[in-house]
């Protein structure tokens, strides 16, 4: 199985064009446990759910942790208020 370093991840996290659960187990299927994905978010209304919180449940049943990087983290040009970037891991086990 071939696993990353890294993935990227930019403005996926859309339910009315693409599934959620599909990304979630290919981020699950390519990541090691030193893997970090970056994923932006751009909050979009959805009438049937919230698309944060769902991909947030889906991932902690795969065994990945979601974490919001702060503004203050990031840089101030590159960043807006309506634009999230999560950092996306794999728990860590007791053993590690």
């Not at 370093?5 to 959620?20: A, H, M, R």
Request: glycine share 4%; with cysteine; charged share 30%.
């Amino acid at each position: 199985r071939v696993v990353y370093d890294i993935i990227l991840v930019s403005d996926c996290v859309l339910p009315k064009l693409y599934p959620i659960e599909p990304l979630v187990d290919a981020i699950n299927e390519l990541s090691g446990p030193q893997t970090m994905t970056y994923i932006s978010y751009e909050y979009r209304y959805y009438s049937e759910y919230d698309p944060k919180e769902f991909f947030i449940s889906l991932a902690m049943k795969r065994g990945l942790e979601v974490k919001t990087v702060g503004i203050e983290e990031q840089h101030p040009i590159y960043s807006v208020d309506d634009i999230e970037i999560w950092e996306v891991r794999r728990k860590k086990t007791e053993k590690e």
